[in-house]
T-cell receptor, first 112, second 117 residues
Framework: GQQVMQIPQYQHVQEGEDFTTYCNSSTTLSNIQWYKQRPGGHPVFLIQLVKSGEVKKQKRLTFQFGEAKKNSSLHITATQTTDVGTYFC????????????FGTGTKLQVIP | EAGVAQSPRYKIIEKRQSVAFWCNPI?????LYWYQQILGQGPKLLIQ????????DSQLPKDRFSAERLKGVDSTLKIQPAKLEDSAVYLC???????????????FGQGTRLTVV
């Protein structure tokens, strides 16, 4: 079945530094979604990428979908303490119905 | 727009007891998911409903877990009997549809934190 791995598992950065998390799938993905989960909270949708090589930006966040649609990345410029949380990529899973199959996640800690 | 409602927020039970969780998705959302999230891990899909039918329960431990969505709206997830390793947050999520082309985001509830002692 579809497996989505993320690296790194943990990342500590000084406030103001940049941060990147990478998502890799064992199979080609029709689309990929990114979610953020604050400590003690629930996953919240950030964005969806569909096209090969697609790049989308949300303020300081840049999302990219690989040309082969098997990998994706999330880059945060000049991190702030509000960026703290775990970032998950999620693939559509296998089978006829769209699932939300979460990756392993990257936990970001921002040191003020 | 009201979000996904879950109850209870917290539950502590002894092993071998039974427990039930309730979820009310966003109105009009055909797809409903139950996830189990163990501390420090990503959410793991347990079961997916499309309206009132199950479309995926491949990772649901059916010897002890059951779920239903009888009228295609709210849903319950039950564990009977509970084991220590069932301690986790149980998240419910809903989505407008499950079409791969017209994909939409999933909205999550606050979750139920279950502790089995």
């Amino acid at each position: 079945g579809q497996q989505v791995m993320q690296i790194p598992q943990y990342q500590h950065v000084q406030e103001g530094e940049d941060f990147t998390t990478y998502c890799n799938s064992s199979t080609t993905l029709s689309n990929i979604q990114w979610y953020k989960q604050r400590p003690g909270g629930h996953p919240v949708f950030l964005i969806q990428l569909v096209k090969s090589g697609e790049v989308k930006k949300q303020k300081r966040l840049t999302f990219q979908f690989g040309e082969a649609k098997k990998n994706s990345s999330l880059h945060i410029t000049a991190t702030q303490t509000t960026d703290v949380g775990t970032y998950f990529c999620a693939g559509p899973g296998s089978g006829g119905y769209q699932k939300v199959t979460f990756g392993t996640g990257t936990k970001l800690q921002v040191i003020p | 727009e009201a979000g996904v409602a879950q109850s209870p927020r917290y539950k502590i039970i002894e092993k071998r007891q039974s427990v039930a969780f309730w979820c009310n998705p966003i109105s009009g959302h055909a797809t409903l998911y139950w996830y189990q999230q163990i501390l420090g891990q990503g959410p793991k899909l347990l079961i997916q409903f499309q309206n009132n039918g199950v479309v995926d329960d491949s990772q649901l431990p059916k010897d002890r877990f059951s779920a239903e969505r009888l009228k295609g709206v709210d849903s319950t997830l039950k564990i009977q009997p509970a084991k220590l390793e069932d301690s986790a947050v149980y998240l419910c999520a809903s989505r407008l549809g499950a079409n791969r082309v017209l994909n939409t985001e999933a909205f999550f509830g606050q979750g139920t934190r279950l502790t089995v002692v």
